[in-house]
């Protein structure tokens, strides 16, 4: 390659991130503009804190904010103990003859499960898991934060197995010839080798399935309940954000209802962001440390 080649690829790079860069401003521009005047009146705090009672003329996404957190949190409490041990599984069966063919239908299975639809996962839920939960706890409608949480657990789990699988297998395997020849096993090497060498790839799978969980919709409107309330107990109903904006509708541009529906959109916009910083940030400081 030219050294000519090499400056266009390089100023191609910079301006797909510069492009990039943009887009992700115009997105923040976009959504800003029609929630401007709830910060040019004084009254965005309200917004943030509030109750939503359109008829009391209060606009308050609080309990939307709290129900949103209170799944996603759940839901990565729940899939990244269980994508961490599948993969897990996945990572030490393939180095043994006896269960490489299970492993192989398991990673075939979950990487099925990746291209299953989301509102699939949304009728799953309604006539399967829903019944079950409230047959179980004989609380509620099932409809709740533990039913959204379950299921989305099933949505976001098979991209961090195969996320981590990779990391995994990407460690080199004259690490594992080194630990073998000095007695170690199978479980030694993944739990002293592969999993402290794969922590930016785990990182990165948790950062995935966390933005995906907060930004999804169908799963939380067909399962969570839309209760507009403070969730008190996961088996309470509740509303996220994301639900929130498809089910509010306004005609007026200029209603307080449009404007909160736009504030719903900059608090993602802000936690998502936030949350793809903060992961930047750790990985930054990993490898300061190195």
Known sequence: MTRSTERAVEALFFLSAMVSGLIICLIF???????????SQGRFPSILTGPWSPHLGQFGIYPMITGTLAITLLTMLLAVPLSLGCAALLSIGNRSRFSRGFCRVLRKTVEMMTGVPTVVYGFVGIFLLVPRVRHLFQDGSGMCILSAALMLTLL??????????DHFKSVPPAYGDAVRALGGTEVQYFLYVTLPRSRPGILAGVTLACGRALGDTLIALMIAGNAVQVPGSLLDSARTLTAHIALVFAADYYS???QAVF????????????????????????????
Do not use: Q
């Open 263 to 290: 504030a719903c959109a900059l608090i993602l916009y802000l936690l998502s962001g936030s949350l793809a910083l903060t992961a930047r940030r750790l990985h930054d400081r990993r490898e300061l440390r190195r």
């Open 29 to 39: 521009v976009f959504l800003l503009i029609p929630a401007w005047p709830l910060f």
């Open 156 to 165: 976001v789990a098979p991209t961090m197995i195969l996320l981590f699988d």
């Open 256 to 258: 307080p209802e449009f």
